[in-house]
């Protein structure tokens, strides 16, 4: 593989829209460019509306998912539901805002391609402020530090949640039977501490990332995506099962821990970072706006529903990750072993994007003769910071709500209506797309602060405190 970064003129199967020398495209501020607006330069190999379907629905459903019946706990019954719709509500219309925005510049500059990054610097650079043009560039290089910061962040969420079931199947290995309906008391098997947990899986994350093919990466990712729908269908079934009363379950819970919801709901809903490529790769590009609305809707109802129903069934039991409260039988010790089977491969696709940022300018400056072997080394050790900054921060929970509250709303909430200003503004803005803009990014703003406040504070709290999973637990 080639150790270029590659940019984004390097790409040739993405749409485009009719170019004009200047100017919106039609449609301007109103929403997506006009569908008559796109073009194809003649390829014929993008992918159909089916498949940009299960990409975005791919790129939006992960370990965020398991981890939302805690958030809804963090967040109560009733005002949990109603903040994943509105989370979700606007982080799809933030991703209309980068398409639209993309869609312009793409007319301005005659550009068959503009990423996120690319967007915001050329948005900095149509903005009145003559310090703000000056320093566009680093426009492009904060959402590269962001993106970074976010990917290498999920991977370090997956090393959490490998330890954390690859040790509780292992201390429940004594215990596990073939019943599946009974409700006994387990006595767990002391077992090794889950930092050793990641330091063992190490080496095999390593080699994985070995694999710089992206053909090759994308079968792992299908077994991956298929190990993932099998346990998700199987977790369906068993908590919908014996639901209890839910009279008694806090409508709203206590302030203190709703920042720790926000940052998991924005974990879980930040796949921004993918809208524009699978925008650009479409055969039909004008069937996006319809695909993005549609696929959002399902990952929505897909959070809501698994959130409400896991913390119906397990309430104040409910852990990090749904996948810790199963029982210990053998049919839901594999759903346990299929999803961290489905986490493994999808590392390698995650950790993708933040090579491909970091390494290759660093590769560049060294002799090709040792281009491979600096290759590796960088990637040993990118894959060495993730676990490392695991074993320092193992609780899931908390990881995932401070990375969604550090990186995610950024890239989500914070970026994209800032980003429609400086696009339009000298072009004129209604006072109430820019009131809603302002509020939206400090929405943001405030969850990035706070969240990250409360997540460090509750990373901070004494070790008894923490709910230690290799105890007893209910089957």
């Not at 994943?84 to 510049?105: E, N, P, Q, S, T």
């Not at 990375?403 to 890239?411: E, T």
């Not at 004129?428 to 809603?436: C, E, Q």
Request: hydrophobic residues 50%; charged residues 10%; aromatic residues 12%.
């Amino acid at each position: 593989m080639s150790t270029r970064r590659l940019r984004s003129e390097d790409y040739n199967d993405y749409s485009s829209t009719d170019v004009t020398p200047e100017g919106s495209p039609p449609g301007g501020m109103n929403g997506f460019a006009h569908p008559e607006s796109y073009q194809r330069f003649g390829e014929t190999n993008g992918t159909t509306w089916y498949q940009t379907l299960i990409h975005l629905l791919k790129g939006n459903i992960g370990t965020g998912l398991l981890g939302l019946p805690l958030a809804v706990k963090n967040a109560g019954i009733l005002l949990g539901p109603l903040s994943l719709v509105v989370m979700g509500v606007v982080a799809v219309h933030c991703m209309g805002i980068l398409v639209k925005c993309a869609h312009h510049f793409c007319y301005r500059f005659q550009k068959q391609f503009v990423d996120y990054g690319g967007a915001v610097m050329y948005g900095l650079e149509s903005t009145p402020s003559a310090w703000l043009r000056t320093h566009a560039v680093w426009g492009r290089r904060i959402v590269g530090l962001f993106l970074i910061i976010t990917q290498l962040g999920f991977c370090c969420v997956y090393f959490v949640f490998l330890a954390d079931n690859l040790k509780q199947v292992i201390s429940a290995a004594n215990g596990t039977t073939n019943d599946c309906n009974s409700n006994r008391t387990v006595a767990m098997t002391p077992t090794m501490d889950s930092r050793l947990y990641m330091l063992s899986l190490l080496p095999f994350v390593v080699l994985l990332t070995f694999i710089q093919n992206l053909k090759v990466l994308s079968i792992f990712s299908m077994l991956a995506n298929v190990a993932m729908l099998g346990s998700l269908v199987v977790i369906y079934q068993y908590i919908v099962r014996d639901i209890p009363d839910p009279s008694d379950l806090p409508l709203a819970a206590a302030w203190k821990t709703y920042p720790l919801f926000f940052g998991t709901a924005i974990f879980a809903f930040e796949g921004i970072g993918v809208v524009l490529p699978l925008e650009n790769k479409m055969k039909n590009p004008r069937q996006f706006p319809v695909i993005l609305y549609v696929g959002m809707t399902i990952v929505t109802i897909l959070y809501i529903s698994l959130s409400v129903l896991g913390y119906l069934r397990f309430r104040a039991d409910i852990q990090a990750s749904i996948t810790l409260n199963l029982p210990n039988c053998w049919l839901y010790q594999a759903v346990k072993l299929l999803f961290s089977f489905g986490i493994f491969f999808t590392y390698a696709v995650q950790f993708y994007v933040p090579a491909e940022i970091v390494i290759p300018p660093l590769v560049a400056r060294v002799s090709e003769r040792w281009g491979w072997l600096v290759n590796l080394l960088l990637r040993v050790a990118l894959v060495s910071v993730t676990c490392v900054l695991a074993i320092l921060i193992p609780r899931l929970d908390i990881v995932i709500s401070l990375v969604g509250s550090v990186s995610s709303s950024a890239l989500a909430l914070i970026f994209p209506p800032l980003l429609e200003i400086a696009t339009y503004y000298a072009e004129g803005m209604h006072p109430l797309v820019i009131a809603k803009d302002v509020a939206i990014s400090l929405f943001g703003f405030v969850g990035f602060v706070v969240g990250t406040y409360e997540a460090l504070v509750e990373l901070a709290a004494p070790a008894a405190a923490v709910v230690n999973t290799t105890s007893t637990v209910v089957q």
